[in-house]
């Protein structure tokens, strides 16, 4: 069971948490980048490898019996942060695709670049399954 933290007189923020409190078993994934599961990328732009990276998660996820619901961290790494800027629309259409309405906490961080020379996005994510029986 998690909840978002929100301080009495702050605004709601868009698409991400404040915080959370969680209780649970904690499932972590690696980096996770844009290509498919036979290390091929499909998508040069940014969005597109957003949406796939988003997709892997989810796989990883299951793995461990957990599902987007139970996210409740995520970390960002971005080789372009005015791509991530103009393709909102486009990213926002791929978390709903792939994680519907989970907002956890979340950082965006531009680096220089990844270790994968296509890459565009790195995305790791924490997240925390409630034990039996406590929701």
């Known amino acids: 069971m998690h909840r ?8 709601r923020p868009k698409g991400y948490a404040n915080g959370i409190a969680a209780e ?4 972590f ?15 040069d732009d940014f969005a597109g490898q957003f949406d796939q990276a988003l ?7 299951a793995e461990a019996g957990a599902g987007p619901e139970h996210i409740v961290r995520m970390t960002c790494y971005v080789t372009d942060i ?3 800027r ?8 791929a978390w709903r695709a792939r994680l519907g309405k989970v907002f956890p906490t979340m950082a965006v961080i531009g680096v220089s670049a ?8 790195e ?9 039996a029986g406590t929701g």
């Open 4 to 11: 978002a933290l929100l301080p009495a007189g702050w605004p």
């Open 29 to 43: 994934t690696a980096g996770v980048i844009g290509w498919t599961k036979d290390e091929v990328f499909e998508a």
């Open 24 to 27: 649970g078993r904690m499932v």
């Open 55 to 61: 997709t892997n998660i989810v796989a990883i996820l």
């Open 123 to 131: 995305i790791e994510v924490t997240a925390v399954v409630p034990q």
């Open 114 to 121: 990844l270790v994968e020379e296509r890459a565009k996005v």
């Open 86 to 93: 103009t393709g909102l629309k486009e990213i926002g259409a």
């Open 82 to 84: 005015d791509a991530y």
